[in-house]
């Protein structure tokens, strides 16, 4: 790019040449860029779901005896496809955050149906 005639050089010659595993800005953005903003908002609304799913749990699932509000993969699925069609990758999200537990790395719509998500 440095070398087509067609380009911004300005806009070439303002970002670093390459930068090393080591330092801070390694694998992300440029501050300020279009770019950062856009990881920004999607961590935002990602967010957002990971709260909305939480919720749908608490208002359809039972309390058990240790306190926490637990539902079924089936329970929870048929409730939450209404709203997104990426319930099990917002789970996965949930349960990375530790605000939901559940056994096994994936599930599975039919297989997993009976598994026990617990809201922590």
């Not at 303002?14 to 279009?34: F, I, L, M, N």
């Not at 709260?51 to 240790?66: A, W």
Request: aromatic residues 6%; charged residues 25%; glycine residues 10%.
């Amino acid at each position: 790019q440095r070398k087509n005639p067609f380009s911004n050089n300005n806009r070439l010659t303002s970002k670093p040449v390459h930068t090393h595993r080591g330092d801070p800005a390694y694998g992300r953005p440029p501050e300020g860029s279009q770019t950062e903003q856009r990881g920004k908002d999607a961590h935002s609304h990602v967010g957002k779901e990971v709260e909305e799913l939480c919720l749908i749990i608490r208002s359809t699932g039972e309390v058990g005896e240790d306190g926490h509000v637990s539902v079924t993969f089936r329970q929870l699925f048929e409730t939450y496809v209404t709203i997104s069609n990426k319930v099990v990758g917002i789970l996965l999200r949930a349960r990375k955050h530790g605000l939901v537990h559940f056994e096994g790395e994936m599930l599975w719509q039919g297989k997993d149906d009976d598994v026990i998500i617990t809201l922590l």
